[in-house]
C-alpha cells in the first residue's frame, strides 16, 4: 500500500515560521472519526467488498492496517516544533507515523548516525529521544514524550479493534471473527452487543465507518488513522474514535488487534 506523503504538504509559512496543520489533537476533532484494520494483509482486501455486501452473517472484515502497530511493540508520542504532535510505531522493516492529517508507512534508509526513514519527499530521522521530520516544503523539530505498549490479544481475547474515551468513561471493542462489537458505557453502567454494518471501508485514507445492524438500538461508529491522544493520561494512539448513540457523541482513541 503506498500511502501520499501530504502529511507534510501542508505545511505552510507564516511570517516566516513553518506549521503542519494539527497533527494529534486529544480527542477533539472537527473532522469525521478514525478506522478499522485487522492486519496488514487487510490492505488487498478489505476494501474488494461494496459496503451492500458486507452483512451480519459475514466474517468481521478486514480493516486497514494503518490501524496497528505492526510489529512494533509500542506507541510513541512526539511533540514537535512548530506545534505538533506525532504518534511513531517501530516495526522490523518499516516506521508507522501518524500525524492528525494521515498516517504514512516509511522504509529504512542509510544514514550516518541514527535511524532515518522515508517516503517520497517525506524523512523521519531518530536520534535518541530527538527526531526530526523533514519534507519539500519544511522541518518538524520533534521530542521523544510518552510511550505505550501496543495491547495484544492475549490482553484482549477474542477483540479485533479496540477503543475508549473519557467523561463519561466508554469503551468500544470489536470482535475479531463476526461483524459484532460490544459497548460499555456510563463508566461501565450500562452494556450493549449489537451487530454492525459497514457502510465506508477507505482502506487509502484509514477510514472505517460503521452503523448498527439492529434497527431497535442505531448507533455509527467512525474510526480514523490519525494520532490521537487520551485526554487524561496522553497516551498516544493510531486512530480517532467518534461514537454516536442515543443522540450522544462519545470521541476517544483506539488501536487494530493482530492476531
Known amino acids: 500500500m503506498t500511502f501520499s506523503p501530504s ?3 501542508v505545511v505552510g509559512i507564516a511570517s516566516g515560521a513553518l506549521w503542519l496543520a494539527g497533527c494529534a489533537a486529544p480527542q477533539v476533532s472537527d473532522d469525521a472519526p478514525p478506522a478499522v484494520v485487522d492486519s496488514t494483509a487487510a490492505e488487498a482486501v478489505a476494501g474488494d467488498r461494496p459496503a451492500s455486501e458486507v452483512a451480519a452473517s459475514d466474517p468481521a472484515p478486514l480493516l486497514p492496517s494503518l490501524f496497528f502497530p505492526g510489529d512494533a511493540e509500542q506507541f510513541v508520542a512526539w511533540r514537535c516544533q512548530p506545534a505538533q504532535d506525532l504518534v511513531s510505531a517501530y516495526a522490523d522493516d518499516e516506521l508507522r507515523l501518524w500525524s492528525r492529517q494521515g498516517a ?3 522504509v529504512p534508509a542509510v544514514v550516518a548516525s541514527g535511524a532515518r526513514y522515508t517516503v517520497d519527499d517525506l524523512s523521519f530521522w531518530n536520534r535518541g529521544d530527538e527526531a ?10 520533534c521530542q521523544q514524550d510518552m510511550t505505550r505498549t501496543a495491547m495484544t490479544r492475549a490482553d484482549r481475547p477474542g477483540v479485533m479493534f479496540h477503543g475508549r474515551g473519557n467523561e463519561p468513561g466508554w469503551i468500544v471493542s470489536l470482535d475479531h471473527d463476526t461483524p459484532r462489537l460490544s459497548l460499555l458505557l456510563d463508566y461501565g453502567e450500562r452494556e450493549l452487543r449489537l451487530p454492525y454494518r459497514v457502510t465506508v471501508m477507505d482502506n487509502a485514507n484509514g477510514r472505517v465507518r460503521l452503523v448498527s445492524g439492529d434497527a ?5 461508529l467512525e474510526l480514523e488513522a490519525r494520532a490521537c491522544f487520551d485526554d487524561m493520561k496522553g497516551d498516544p494512539f493510531p486512530v480517532r474514535v467518534t461514537l454516536t448513540l442515543d443522540g450522544q457523541t462519545y470521541r476517544g ?5 493482530a492476531p
Not at 526530526?132 to 519544511?138: A, F, H, K, L
Not at 482513541?253 to 488487534?257: A, D, E, L, W, Y
Open 7 to 9: 502529511f507534510l504538504r
Open 104 to 106: 504514512y508507512r516509511l
Open 132 to 141: 526530526v521530520v523533514e519534507s519539500d516544503n519544511g522541518r518538524l523539530d
Open 216 to 220: 431497535e438500538q442505531p448507533f455509527l
Open 253 to 257: 482513541c483506539g488501536q487494530g488487534i
